[in-house]
Nanobody, 119 residues
Framework: QAQLVESGGGLVQAGGSLRLSCTAS????????MAWYRQTPGNQRELVAQ???????TYADFVKGRFTISRDNAKNTVYLQMNSLKPEDTAVYYC?????????????WGQGTQVTVSS
Protein backbone atom coordinates (compact mmCIF):
# COMPACT_ATOMS: atom_id res chain seq x y z
CA GLN A 1 0.00 0.00 0.00
CA ALA A 2 1.24 3.48 -0.85
CA GLN A 3 1.52 6.51 1.39
CA LEU A 4 2.04 10.23 0.84
CA VAL A 5 4.04 12.30 3.29
CA GLU A 6 3.98 16.10 3.12
CA SER A 7 6.49 18.55 4.55
CA GLY A 8 7.34 22.24 4.36
CA GLY A 9 4.38 23.91 6.03
CA GLY A 10 4.75 26.55 8.70
CA LEU A 11 4.22 30.16 9.70
CA VAL A 12 5.16 32.98 7.34
CA GLN A 13 4.41 36.68 7.04
CA ALA A 14 2.26 38.01 4.23
CA GLY A 15 4.32 38.40 1.08
CA GLY A 16 6.63 35.58 2.05
CA SER A 17 7.24 32.18 0.49
CA LEU A 18 7.02 28.52 1.41
CA ARG A 19 7.77 25.34 -0.48
CA LEU A 20 5.73 22.21 0.19
CA SER A 21 6.94 18.73 -0.70
CA CYS A 22 5.05 15.47 -0.91
CA THR A 23 6.72 12.10 -1.43
CA ALA A 24 5.10 8.77 -2.19
CA SER A 25 6.42 5.66 -0.52
CA UNK A 26 5.47 2.02 -0.15
CA UNK A 27 4.28 0.01 -3.13
CA UNK A 28 4.73 2.51 -5.99
CA UNK A 29 5.04 1.32 -9.58
CA UNK A 30 3.89 4.51 -11.24
CA UNK A 31 2.10 7.74 -10.35
CA UNK A 32 -0.50 9.48 -12.46
CA UNK A 33 -2.09 12.77 -11.53
CA MET A 34 -0.57 14.56 -8.51
CA ALA A 35 -2.29 17.49 -6.86
CA TRP A 36 -2.40 19.88 -3.94
CA TYR A 37 -5.64 20.75 -2.17
CA ARG A 38 -6.32 22.97 0.80
CA GLN A 39 -8.99 23.16 3.45
CA THR A 40 -10.01 25.68 6.10
CA PRO A 41 -12.30 24.94 9.06
CA GLY A 42 -15.92 24.64 8.03
CA ASN A 43 -15.13 24.60 4.33
CA GLN A 44 -14.76 21.92 1.70
CA ARG A 45 -11.37 20.86 0.46
CA GLU A 46 -10.51 22.80 -2.69
CA LEU A 47 -8.09 22.15 -5.52
CA VAL A 48 -5.03 24.39 -5.55
CA ALA A 49 -3.04 22.89 -8.43
CA GLN A 50 -2.54 19.61 -10.23
CA UNK A 51 0.07 18.13 -12.55
CA UNK A 52 -0.31 15.13 -14.81
CA UNK A 53 2.28 12.46 -15.42
CA UNK A 54 3.10 14.14 -18.72
CA UNK A 55 3.43 17.55 -17.14
CA UNK A 56 0.05 19.10 -17.90
CA UNK A 57 -0.68 21.66 -15.18
CA THR A 58 -3.86 23.28 -13.90
CA TYR A 59 -4.08 26.04 -11.28
CA ALA A 60 -6.97 27.44 -9.33
CA ASP A 61 -7.61 31.06 -10.27
CA PHE A 62 -6.79 32.27 -6.77
CA VAL A 63 -3.15 31.07 -7.00
CA LYS A 64 -2.31 31.80 -10.63
CA GLY A 65 0.90 33.77 -10.90
CA ARG A 66 1.83 33.11 -7.27
CA PHE A 67 2.11 29.31 -6.86
CA THR A 68 4.07 26.82 -8.97
CA ILE A 69 3.53 23.07 -8.97
CA SER A 70 6.22 20.69 -10.18
CA ARG A 71 7.11 17.03 -9.86
CA ASP A 72 10.20 14.84 -9.83
CA ASN A 73 9.15 11.43 -11.10
CA ALA A 74 12.46 9.83 -10.16
CA LYS A 75 11.83 10.82 -6.53
CA ASN A 76 8.05 10.19 -6.57
CA THR A 77 7.69 13.73 -5.29
CA VAL A 78 5.47 16.71 -6.04
CA TYR A 79 6.27 20.25 -4.95
CA LEU A 80 4.28 23.42 -4.44
CA GLN A 81 6.26 26.66 -4.46
CA MET A 82 4.13 29.34 -2.86
CA ASN A 83 5.16 32.98 -3.32
CA SER A 84 3.47 36.27 -2.43
CA LEU A 85 1.50 34.51 0.27
CA LYS A 86 -1.65 36.16 1.62
CA PRO A 87 -3.45 35.64 4.95
CA GLU A 88 -6.31 34.03 3.01
CA ASP A 89 -3.88 31.28 1.92
CA THR A 90 -3.89 30.04 5.52
CA ALA A 91 -5.14 26.44 5.45
CA VAL A 92 -4.18 22.81 5.82
CA TYR A 93 -2.63 21.75 2.54
CA TYR A 94 -3.10 18.15 1.38
CA CYS A 95 -1.27 16.18 -1.25
CA UNK A 96 -3.23 13.77 -3.45
CA UNK A 97 -2.07 11.28 -6.08
CA UNK A 98 -3.20 8.37 -8.22
CA UNK A 99 -0.68 5.67 -7.38
CA UNK A 100 -0.33 2.35 -9.19
CA UNK A 101 1.16 -0.76 -7.71
CA UNK A 102 1.97 -3.85 -9.75
CA UNK A 103 -1.69 -4.87 -10.07
CA UNK A 104 -4.05 -2.11 -8.96
CA UNK A 105 -4.21 1.62 -8.46
CA UNK A 106 -5.55 3.79 -5.69
CA UNK A 107 -6.18 7.43 -4.94
CA UNK A 108 -4.12 8.41 -1.91
CA TRP A 109 -4.22 11.44 0.40
CA GLY A 110 -1.43 12.75 2.58
CA GLN A 111 -1.94 13.68 6.22
CA GLY A 112 -1.88 17.43 5.56
CA THR A 113 0.48 20.22 6.50
CA GLN A 114 -0.52 23.51 8.12
CA VAL A 115 0.29 26.76 6.36
CA THR A 116 -0.32 29.94 8.34
CA VAL A 117 0.18 33.39 6.82
CA SER A 118 0.20 36.32 9.24
CA SER A 119 -0.78 39.83 8.23
Amino acid sequence: QAQLVESGGGLVQAGGSLRLSCTASGTVFSIGLMAWYRQTPGNQRELVAQIGSGGTITYADFVKGRFTISRDNAKNTVYLQMNSLKPEDTAVYYCNADIWGLVTGENVWGQGTQVTVSS
